[in-house]
């Protein structure tokens, strides 16, 4: 029988009073993932994404081919997998997300939470828009002649030149300011740029109906949380391994793709003298490991106490890096080739960014034979790639927030409210990109919101917390309670030394190399677009800084005691095995000494022991 509360004897009443609700709504279990494999394949899913096909090979040729390895191995030991492992190993051992978990580490370096969602929030704005791209682009690759193989369609110009035809006519003679079709595809029909970032222009409803497509997947692929993105990544995180395997398989396979594959490796140890390249490959690690954006601390937040998420992360960090290795060889082998069919050197057609996925490589792939299959497989790899990086950086924002408030968001339906609140604010935001001007917006974001620069600055604070305010030895004695063993010492100097050395040193790099953008490397932007990036930029560096002054003043004591306060642990912590026996042994020590004197505790009243009760 259900136990009622008691009547109003007082008042005579014999019904109870409605002091308490009748029902009291639970707060839902943060929840955890099934198994490993939909960690792994989630993490997977998020640092594997269109960095590792369409920035690193084009890096790799343009700074000395196998030379540019040295750089980005000396970064991937020093930066890349220590900072990887941190954020990784934060999560799993508080259970927090990215704002939390530092706020239980030390309540001083809360910023650096707040900094890495703001670095999140921005990259949702404009991230999705490439998948619209891709979606645009698969929608046209249904077509029995893809429509950026020919001049013959209503966006073309009199200046529209189909090159791959030159070799068939006899001193053939390229007009003055002639394009190609794939080009004026890309400007005409799916950009239709307009003149500058002043001049926005309509919005383009056919690629905002892609976007909104894309924003429904993103959704509906998180909105259970881990119980339905454990699930999805079993598909989006294997499935573009799939399409690179078959797009290298024929790549290598064409006529001039040896030469290709040649410019992608062949060794220049002279551009090592060159520092850029050794900011090349700094920035490329921070971007592809998805350092710094409190995803990995979300993800492993839903770890098991006891997971070994040091393997777990060099066995991704490897993973990440071999994906872009292999990927090189599939873009630069069709790269080899339609510089084969174009009779021009392969460093006319090489290029990176948007550039490559959708320039240079619709253009080789409308010179195949059945050209529209091979462009629907590269743009599904493409979608798929952008689709879980993307997913998981809202997964993480979302993470974050319930973590803050979880008596609000932990309750039946309000996580998927959050989650559908975040996908139609960012839904919003990105309808300004898929204007005519939007690309001048989109490139403004890309530029400075998540810029190496905002990283490295992320980085530098995060490591010195670890190593030198809560303690890089405490930090691995947690580790070892976890894992069940140390990982080697080299990770822990990184933390202490190399790693916020290198950050610092990279940072400052690029601020004394500091060059304004320029959209195609010709159009300057206005002074107020200059400044909107650095607004961008500065929106989550300052949340360091700004946390820590915050803190300070609203705290009370001398400064001393302040900051001895604020940079204290949370006592919520998870104690070692080492900090429970010694408690143990602290506390039996007290209940012995109070049973031999019989002095009272500090309720007041006299300990008994069990042999003196009657129970």
């Excluded at 073309?156 to 068939?168: L, M």
């Excluded at 560096?541 to 705290?555: D, E, F, G, H, Q």
Aim: charged share 15%.
């Amino acid at each position: 029988m259900e136990s009622k509360p008691p009547a109003d004897i007082a008042n005579g009443h014999n019904q109870a009073l409605d002091v308490y609700p009748k029902s009291k709504e639970k707060i839902e279990d943060r929840g955890q993932w099934n198994n490993k494999l939909e960690f792994v394949l989630s993490v997977a899913g998020e640092i594997i994404g269109l960095g590792n096909v369409w920035r690193f090979p084009y890096l790799c040729y343009r700074n000395g081919g196998g030379a540019f390895f040295i750089p980005y191995l000396i970064f991937l030991f020093t930066c890349g997998i220590p900072v990887f492992f941190l954020e990784t190993a934060l999560g799993q051992y508080t259970s927090e997300g990215g704002v939390t978990s530092w706020r239980k580490i030390s309540p001083l370096f809360e910023g650096i939470g707040y900094a890495t969602q703001v670095i999140v929030a921005l990259l949702n704005f404009y991230y999705i828009i490439v998948l619209a791209w891709g979606i645009f682009y698969l929608s046209n690759s249904f077509t029995w002649e893809l429509p950026w193989a020919s001049c013959n369609n209503t966006w073309n110009t009199g200046s529209c030149v189909e090159f791959q035809k030159r070799n068939e006519t006899y001193n053939w003679t390229a007009p003055a300011n002639a394009t190609s079709p794939v080009i004026e595809f890309w400007e005409k029909r799916v950009l239709r740029i307009s003149s500058g970032i002043d001049h926005i222009g309509i919005l383009h409803w056919d690629l905002a109906l892609c976007l909104l497509l894309a924003w429904v997947m993103c959704y509906f692929c998180i909105w259970k949380g881990v119980k339905s993105t454990g699930k999805v990544v079993y598909f989006t995180a294997t499935f573009p391994y799939v399409m690179l395997v078959i797009l290298m398989i024929r790549g290598v396979t064409l006529p001039g793709a040896a030469e290709g594959i040649k410019f992608y490796l062949y060794p220049d140890l002279s551009r090592l003298a060159d520092p850029q390249v050794w900011m090349d490959a700094g920035t490329q690690i921070f971007f592809s490991f998805a350092i710094c954006l409190g995803c990995l601390t979300a993800l492993g937040s839903y770890n098991k106490y006891n997971n070994n998420c040091y393997r777990d992360c060099l066995c991704l960090c490897f993973l990440n890096s071999g994906t872009s290795f292999i990927a090189g060889f599939a873009i630069f082998s069709i790269l080899g080739f339609m510089a084969y069919e174009q009779q021009v050197p392969i460093s006319e057609v090489a290029e990176s960014g948007p550039g490559l996925a959708f320039i240079a490589y619709p253009r080789a792939v409308s010179m195949m034979p059945f050209s529209s299959l091979w462009a629907c497989f590269f743009f599904i790899m493409i979608v798929l790639l952008g689709l879980d990086s993307q997913f998981v950086c809202v997964e993480s924002l979302v993470t974050a927030l319930v973590d803050m408030f979880p008596s609000v968001f932990r309750r039946k339906n309000r996580r998927e409210l959050l989650i559908l609140g975040i996908c139609v604010v960012s839904y919003f935001m990105g309808l300004i990109m898929i204007t005519e001007g939007g690309m001048y917006v989109f490139q403004l974001f890309d530029y400075y919101a998540a810029s190496g620069m905002c990283l490295l600055f992320v980085a530098i604070f995060e490591t010195v917390c670890i190593a030198w305010v809560y303690g890089a030895d405490r930090f691995y004695d947690n580790i070892e309670d976890m894992i069940g063993y140390r990982p080697g010492p080299l990770i822990k100097y990184c933390w202490m030394f190399f790693t916020p050395a290198v950050c610092a040193g990279t940072f400052a790099f690029s601020l004394i190399k500091y060059t304004p953008l320029k959209y195609n490397k010709s159009y300057v932007y206005p002074w107020w677009g200059y400044a909107l990036g650095w607004l961008l930029a500065l929106s989550s560096m300052v949340c360091i800084p700004l946390w820590i002054i915050y803190k300070i003043a609203t705290s009370k004591g001398t400064l001393r005691e302040r900051i001895g306060r604020l940079i204290r642990p949370s006592e919520d912590l998870p104690k070692t095995k080492k900090e429970q026996e010694k408690l143990l042994a602290i506390f039996a020590s007290d209940n012995s000494l109070h049973q031999q004197d019989g002095d009272p505790s500090r309720e007041g009243f006299v300990l008994v022991t069990d042999k003196e009760t009657n129970c």
